[in-house]
């Protein structure tokens, strides 16, 4: 009877491990699953929110800023401030959800190729400088360290041809 009384209270505690160890792989899931869910609706209000400041025709805006930059119309370099500023925001956010080890990526990384072709140019150049004149204006102005960063990404861009300048620059051949 005491070898079987043992064996109940060996198998009673093997049991136990065994549903604490369930429980820990459960938690893990649960807390892969939240960051996968906070990752999908950050991406569709990212979305949402760049469709909204950027209107419907932000394609004509961004042809413009690759080949004629100089004939920005006023709405449209405000249509560029917004989606700059978006850009920048999403960053901000990276930053913080990479500081709570809730994105595991590394946050300068992120958009990077969307960085050098909205700012590798004459009007992202501008927009640049007067983000840095606004340093400490406010709590919403970026960051010398965000704004460093990305000025320094900028030199790191490649100036190969835009995608409609090597289309264009292979019809006339």
């Not at 043992?6 to 369930?22: A, D, F, P, R, T």
């Not at 932000?58 to 500023?85: C, G, I, M, R």
Request: include cysteine; proline fraction near 1%.
């Amino acid at each position: 009877m005491d070898n079987l009384r043992k064996w109940v209270e060996l198998i009673g505690v093997i049991s136990l491990l065994i549903g604490i160890g369930l429980v820990f792989s459960q938690m893990r899931q649960n807390e892969e699953m939240l960051r996968f869910q906070i990752a999908t609706d950050l991406r569709v209000n990212r979305d949402n929110d760049r469709f909204a400041m950027r209107g419907e025709n932000y394609s004509n805006t961004l042809a413009k800023l690759q080949t004629e930059p100089q004939n920005l119309t006023d709405a449209e370099l405000l249509a560029f401030d917004a989606h700059a500023w978006s850009l920048v925001l999403e960053l901000i956010m990276r930053k913080q959800l990479a500081e709570a080890s809730i994105f595991t990526g590394d946050w300068r990384m992120w958009l990077e190729e969307e960085r050098c072709v909205l700012l590798n140019n004459s009007v992202g150049q501008v927009w640049l400088k007067t983000q840095r004149s606004k340093l400490g204006e406010n709590e919403y102005a970026m960051d010398e360290e965000m704004l460093d960063g990305l000025e320094q990404q900028l030199g790191e861009c490649s100036r190969l041809p835009s995608f409609l300048e090597s289309v264009r620059d292979g019809q006339d051949e």
